[in-house]
């Protein structure tokens, strides 16, 4: 089953403008939240994470909310760039180390 | 702080043989976790290996081994290797492993053929 769902496979958002990544988990054990940037035949690179205690954190252009009753987490990155472009995962990580990913979403930013 | 480093970078093997990767955690890291990223399955957990011991295992057959020496520094390899098996192996590490972010090396793309 798939314990961490992205539903958006693409976005694509004007320079500038407000880009909204969603992500969905069923797992209540999950307590602690990664987002991810990966390009092509490269690592993911880590961008911003949230511990279940809280609802929101920020770091720089990048917000990640979390909602726990709707078991839902948003990535938002404001203003938008185009060197934002690339896939986005978000994981989900319970009492171990291990990480769930979702399936990603591919984010274009056009000038 | 010098990243995850993985080597090979490239490797190109076929059925039947076995290949060994090599990871290299940020100074300072004791949590090593391996992952494999295929286009049907996406980023699956195949362990975490922490101060030498295998602490987390996920849900691919015993063709699938680890291990992690003192210095940290970890290897996975897989044995009678399958087509199945071509994918990009990502190694990350972390400080502790849980509850905290894991950083991910540039990968090894295996291709078997």
């Known amino acids: 089953d798939q314990q961490v769902k992205q539903n958006s496979p693409s976005l694509s958002v004007q320079e500038g403008r407000i880009s909204i990544l969603n992500c969905d988990y069923t797992?209540?054990?999950?307590?602690?939240f990664l987002w991810y940037k990966k390009y092509p035949a490269e690592g993911p690179t880590f961008l911003i994470s949230?511990?279940?205690?809280?609802d929101k954190n920020e770091d720089g252009r990048f917000t990640v909310f979390l909602n726990k009753s709707a078991k839902h987490l948003s990535l938002h990155i404001v203003p938008s760039q185009p060197g934002d472009s690339a896939v986005y995962f978000c994981?989900?990580?319970?009492?171990?180390?291990?990480?769930?990913f979702g399936e990603g979403t591919q984010l274009t930013v056009n000038p | 702080k010098a990243g995850v480093t993985q080597t090979p970078r490239y490797l190109i093997k076929t059925r039947g043989q076995q290949v060994t990767l090599s990871c290299s955690p940020i100074?300072?890291?004791?949590?090593v976790s391996w992952y494999q990223q295929t286009p049907g399955q996406g980023l699956q957990f195949l362990f975490e290996?922490?101060?030498?011991?295998?602490?987390n295992k996920g849900n691919f057959p015993g063709r699938f081994s680890g291990r992690q020496f003192s210095n940290s520094r970890s290897e996975m390899n897989v044995s009678t290797l399958e087509l199945g098996d071509s994918a990009l192996y990502l190694c990350?590490?972390?400080?502790?492993?849980?509850?905290?972010?894991?950083?991910f090396g540039p990968g090894t793309r295996l291709t078997v053929t």
């Open positions: 990350a590490s972390s400080l502790m492993g849980r509850g905290g972010e894991q950083y």
């Open positions: 797992n209540s054990m999950f307590d602690y």
């Open positions: 949230i511990s279940s205690i809280k």
């Open positions: 994981a989900a990580s319970g009492l171990g180390s291990r990480l769930t």
């Open positions: 100074s300072g890291h004791r949590s």
């Open positions: 290996y922490f101060s030498e011991t295998q602490r």
